[in-house]
Antibody
Framework: QVQLQESGPGLVKASQTLSLTCTVSGGSITSGGYYWSWIRQHPGKGLEWIGYIYFTESTYYNPSLKSRVNISVNTSKNQFSLKLTSVTAADTAVYYC??????????????????WGQGTTVTVSS | QTVVTQEPSLTVSPGGTVTLTCASSTGAVTSGNYPNWFQQKPGQAPRSLIYSTNNKHSWTPARFSGSLLGGKAALTLSGVQPEDEADYYCLLYYGGAQFVFFGGGTKLTVL
């Protein structure tokens, strides 16, 4: 049973870089058919996709955040990480990591996000 | 910027049936948008219910089903239970699964 756990500072100063890590347990981050995502949720608001990375290290980012985001994989630690630069109060949110799945079945690809971490709250202070 | 739209809120009686929908500002939602549906209860992480239009996970209750309906993705709950009261989010993929956008969420009240 794959589990994901986010970790990192709960408080970041404005203009600095937010750094979070997601540790994957119960499975390998290099297994084919998976991609690794970051999603956030502002207080009392909906979900916002930040980006994801495949084990091949191909990355895809939300266009609205692309200039400030970097997602990377550390295969030796079975972890993937999020860096968000030049943070402001608008980046205060609960940050989730999630596993995406994709596979080919009956003539078409299927995509989903099946396993989520519990989330970690990050507050940006001035 | 692509916008994914859901009903802000819906109310259903226990045992009833309700359909939540998910529309895209770019046009009709198709299977190529691989619609996903998530349930989120207060203080909890989202839980995946449906992926790629109508595929269920092993943990997805049988009363949940996904479909395409009138150019939108749809999540139907049949025989609603009190524990189904939650926020529901849809997710659509774009550009051959290079970009992903969530809908704003539907708050489902069971009353």
């Amino acid at each position: 049973q794959v589990q994901l756990q986010e970790s990192g500072p709960g408080l970041v100063k404005a203009s600095q870089t937010l750094s979070l890590t997601c540790t994957v347990s119960g499975g390998s981050i290099t297994s084919g058919g998976y991609y690794w995502s970051w999603i956030r949720q502002h207080p009392g608001k909906g979900l916002e996709w930040i980006g994801y990375i495949y084990f091949t290290e191909s990355t895809y980012y939300n266009p609205s955040l692309k200039s400030r985001v970097n997602i990377s994989v550390n295969t030796s630690k079975n972890q993937f990480s999020l860096k968000l630069t030049s943070v402001t109060a608008a980046d205060t949110a609960v940050y989730y990591c999630a596993r995406g799945i994709y596979y080919y079945d009956s003539g078409s690809f299927l995509y989903g996000m099946d396993v989520w971490g519990q989330g970690t709250t990050v507050t940006v202070s001035s | 910027q692509t916008v994914v739209t859901q009903e802000p809120s819906l109310t259903v009686s226990p045992g009833g049936t309700v359909t939540l929908t998910c529309a895209s500002s770019t046009g009709a939602v198709t299977s190529g948008n691989y619609p996903n549906w998530f349930q989120q209860k207060p203080g909890q992480a989202p839980r995946s219910l449906i992926y790629s239009t109508n595929n269920k996970h092993s943990w997805t209750p049988a009363r949940f089903s996904g479909s395409l309906l009138g150019g939108k993705a749809a999540l139907t709950l049949s025989g609603v239970q009190p524990e189904d009261e939650a926020d529901y989010y849809c997710l659509l993929y774009y550009g051959g699964a290079q970009f992903v956008f969530f809908g704003g969420g539907t708050k489902l009240t069971v009353l």
